[in-house]
């Protein structure tokens, strides 16, 4: 029973662009929501993660987007570069139970082509 | 940092036999999580400890699985009569505190011949 649904799986987006990503979820007691960044042959990083008190959050070129009632939420890359050819996960979590006790989505591999 | 350390990254056995795998944390980072990765997918929650303390076991963890951290420092994680079906990529990660944020190591990859 997978708990937070991803799409799409894949994407390819020309330098400059927008890369947006989309997670659904289904559990209302989650209440942190990171996006994690993984290259090949690595584990995942933190790239930037909201609660759902706040309906956005910037950090340079990437911004969530949060939506409690479609229970909802979108990571989008801006500016897109070469370097953020990776595979991104969203994830879900319940601070009460442990942040790092994580639902994570099937991820969605990122190309951005020059 | 230096980081959070697995070893060995790649470990190829045989169906029935016992495999261990290391995962070195970030010093003074109290809680040590290992995740589940198959290809195509995100990770899996399998285990986490607080120091020496193991808090939770997904249901996704066998009998044939078994974690362990001894002094609060670092974790192993045990195979034992490996199947097929437990190829994956073993991922450890750590955080200081309740923290927010995981650091993941890079993982080993096993694969059950």
């Known amino acids: 029973q997978q708990q937070v649904k991803q799409s799409p799986q894949s994407l390819i987006v020309q330098k400059g662009g927008i890369s947006i990503i989309n997670c659904a979820y289904e559990?209302?007691?989650?209440?942190?929501f990171p996006w994690y960044q993984q290259f090949p042959g690595k584990g995942p990083a933190l790239l930037i993660a909201?609660?759902?008190?706040?309906s956005e959050k910037k950090e340079g070129r990437f911004t969530i987007s949060f939506n409690k009632s479609a229970k909802q939420f979108s990571l989008h890359i801006m500016d897109s570069q070469p370097g953020d050819s990776a595979t991104y996960f969203c994830a879900a979590s319940k601070i009460t139970d442990s942040w790092g006790k994580l639902q994570f989505g099937a991820g969605t591999q990122v190309v951005v082509t020059p | 940092d230096t980081g959070v350390s697995q070893n060995p990254r790649h470990k190829i056995t045989k169906r029935g036999q016992n495999v261990t795998f290391r995962c070195d944390p970030i010093s003074e980072h109290n809680r040590l999580y290992w995740y589940r990765q198959t290809l195509g997918q995100g990770p899996e929650f399998l285990t986490y400890f607080q120091n020496e303390a193991q808090l939770e076991k997904s249901r996704l963890l066998s009998d044939r699985f078994s974690a362990e951290r001894p002094k609060g420092s670092f974790s192993t994680l045990e195979i034992q009569r490996t199947e097929q079906g437990d190829s994956a990529m073993y991922l450890c990660a750590s955080t200081r505190g309740s923290g927010e944020k995981l650091f993941f190591g890079s993982g080993t990859q096993l694969s059950v011949l």
């Open positions: 909201i609660r759902p008190d706040v």
């Open positions: 559990n209302t007691a989650f209440d942190y």
